[in-house]
């Protein structure tokens, strides 16, 4: 009888990997975040009331561990699904630092995937699980390309109820005395669960994109 043999793979931890995925509270740090591509869903309202909030995270997530799979069958590279990611705006900037008037905010929820995996691929892993779920709109998921280069960014511990202090020292303080300006969405990288982990020790890197003032 033949022995069988079982293919290991590697994990890539794109977390782990990337400079830009470490962040420290209390420190804003300047630096360049490469190019990455990301599986993104669109929406607007308060992320903890709006439907369409609950069903862009519900769409998100099968299209991407479909991918993971996918990737680790057919081209034999594994990777961890990264952590949750989000842009968010509004049409006055306010909205998040004092108002935090979150019926008006605008967002797009995201998860980042390795340069090896193609369009093509993640379009089969899209058909793929809308055959497994029917009920949810997986065509909403988009693979797309973000360039935020220069960026400054810290981590808030803490409930994210709580960043508009952090946020107004960034925005007001630390960009524009380092001689810079705003110019792309505001972003967030959750590094904890908010399933497992209480309000008041949630991890989340606050970013901002920025150019010479």
Known sequence: MGRETTR???KVDVKKALDCFRARAGEFR???VPALRYLMVDGRGDPNTAPAYA????ALYPVAYTTKFASRRELGRDYVVPPLEALWWAPDMDAFTTARDKARWC??????VPDWVSPDL???ARARASARHP?????QVRLERLDEGRC??????GSYDDEAEVLAELHDRVIPNAGLRMTGK???IYLSDPRRVEASRLRTILRQPVAEA
């Open 8 to 10: 290991t793979f590697a």
């Open 30 to 32: 300047v630096l360049d």
């Open 55 to 58: 069903a862009a995270i519900g």
């Open 107 to 112: 967002w797009t929820v995201m998860l980042v």
């Open 122 to 124: 993640v379009a089969d």
């Open 135 to 139: 009920s949810v709109d997986l065509d």
């Open 152 to 157: 400054v960014q810290t981590l808030h511990v």
């Open 186 to 188: 505001h972003h967030e």
